[in-house]
């Protein structure tokens, strides 16, 4: 790693335009960290010294093939982003696009570390004094017992580098908290976390939708539409509760009164559970660090996910991920007769294939 922390930034993609990723960046740049951004220059205006501007005009977010775009368009800013990372020129990616260009393009420049199945998404979910790690939130639809083990084990490791929970609690996502229920996958990856592959955690067992942010577990484990649709759930439940709070607030002069007592804590809790405030998801597994911002943040929020990368970095969120995968004997083997100096293997086509495609990023 350079002395000196730089993030790529892939300017494309977010709902409200370049400008506002750039307007984000600055505000990253203002804390220390170097930002080098990809987008069409034209419409970033003028930026301080510490903001890199590349122009990449290109964007791939919205392509319906991820992986054959990153193959047709390697001027695409996402791209360039990650093969930035690839070259030494920065250490993370942040970008506001689809999860399915910015995993595709991932893996194609800086490759799965090595003894790991799938990369995850991981999300950070702001529940009052409950926050919680859900993963995967999109990025494998389907997966294998021995993919949910080490989403467990690159979840609790991320709650240590990033939140400085000591020993978060992990658990499987199951329509029941009994051992032998839920889908195969599941139940065969309880037997597996319940015995060796479970060493160095603090593996709580299954816990129900209901249980989601109750504060039982730190770490929730499940499939990538699984938790992609749960997480969406929680998004449109809290909108939808604001909203009728909001309602309520009008419905008379005594309610209005009511709300604007009520006004500040309000306030705060809204702030609590702002998904911007978070920095967006993060893909576990790659051999660098990628934020994925939502599309829909504001200024704040994309400098927030460029600050998150940042940490994820500075407190070695990568060799803390290895380090306890190995130790729980939960890295992929090499493929018989390998050397460990031998390059990594290309990703496979089931990288990017129906079987294993992001869902719609969170």
Do not use: C, Y
């Not at 690839?86 to 260009?101: I, L």
């Not at 051992?179 to 709580?204: P, T, Y």
Request: charged share 15%.
């Amino acid at each position: 790693m350079s002395l000196s922390l730089t993030v790529a930034v892939d300017a494309n993609g977010a709902d409200a335009g370049p400008a506002e990723v750039a307007r984000g960046a600055v505000l990253a740049a203002e804390s220390g960290v170097n930002v080098l951004i990809f987008g069409p220059a034209r419409e970033m205006g003028s930026l301080p010294e510490s903001v890199e501007v590349v122009d990449a005009p290109l964007s791939i977010a919205k392509s319906a093939d991820p992986a054959r775009a990153v193959r047709l368009h390697p001027d695409a800013s996402i791209v360039q982003a990650w093969r930035a990372v690839a070259d030494g020129h920065a250490q993370a990616v942040v970008t506001g696009g689809s999860t399915g260009a910015a995993l595709a393009a991932g893996l194609f420049t800086v490759k799965r570390a090595r003894g790991i199945h799938r990369p995850a998404l991981a999300a950070l979910v702001p529940m009052p004094d409950h926050p919680f790690l859900l993963l995967d939130a999109g990025a494998n639809v389907i997966v294998r017992p021995e993919h949910l083990v080490q989403f467990a084990h690159m979840g609790a490791a991320f709650m240590r580098a990033a939140l400085g929970v000591a020993h978060p609690r992990v658990a499987l996502l199951s329509n029941g908290e009994e051992a032998e229920r839920g889908r195969e996958e599941i139940v065969a990856a309880h037997a597996a976390l319940s015995g060796d592959a479970g060493l160095g955690l603090h593996f709580v067992g299954n816990i129900e939708g209901f249980a989601i942010g109750s504060g039982a577990a730190d770490v929730i484990v499940t499939d990538g539409f699984t938790g992609n649709v749960a997480l969406k759930v929680m998004e449109g439940t809290s909108a939808a509760i604001f909203r009728a709070v909001r309602s309520s607030a009008h419905a008379s002069p005594r309610a209005a009164l009511g709300g604007l007592l009520l006004k500040p804590a309000l306030g705060d809790l809204r702030n609590t559970v702002d998904p911007e405030a978070q920095g967006g998801a993060v893909l576990l597994g790659l051999r660098a660090v990628g934020v994925m911002a939502h599309g829909s943040f504001s200024a704040p929020g994309f400098g927030r996910a460029v600050e998150l990368a940042a940490q994820a970095i500075r407190n070695d969120l990568l060799g803390l991920t290895l380090s306890q995968l190995g130790a729980a004997h939960a890295l992929r083997p090499p493929p018989p007769g390998a050397e460990a100096a031998v390059a990594p293997r290309a990703p496979e086509p089931s990288d990017a294939t129906p079987s294993s495609a992001p869902a719609e990023a969170p």
